[in-house]
């Protein structure tokens, strides 16, 4: 069984920065993607970034030039550089892992607070 734990969530103003975690741990087979989603309240989940395990990288258009995904040279963690911080960046986050011919898994979330 695969688990993902993620870390780095906080409360921080407007203009600041915070960096999240997720390391996955168990039995891993192959990793396709890693990513985050987020979800604020009374908003559906939205895809934040998501990094193949090419290299490639994916970005939603509102967190382009603020925010970096990144993986670990473990490879089974994957990070989220957060940048120039706004109240709408305001969240929970959830790390996601897809792997080849398995269900996706889903972390536990971490929530972001991003005061004005």
């Known amino acids: 069984q695969v688990q993902l734990v993620e870390s780095g969530g906080g409360l921080v103003q407007a203009g600041g920065s915070l960096r999240l975690s997720c390391a996955a741990s168990g039995s891993i087979v192959s990793i396709s993607t890693m990513g985050w989603y987020r979800q604020a309240p009374g908003k559906e989940r939205e895809l934040v970034a998501a990094?193949?395990?090419?290299?490639?990288?994916n970005y939603a258009d509102s967190v382009k030039d603020r925010f970096t995904i990144s993986r670990g040279s473990a490879k089974n963690t994957v990070y989220l550089q957060m940048n120039s911080l706004k109240p709408e960046d305001t969240a929970v986050y959830y790390c996601?892992?897809?792997?080849?011919?398995?269900?996706?898994?889903w972390g536990k979330g971490t929530l972001v607070t991003v005061s004005s």
């Open positions: 990094v193949t395990s090419g290299g490639s990288t």
């Open positions: 996601y892992l897809d792997q080849r011919g398995r269900l996706r898994i």
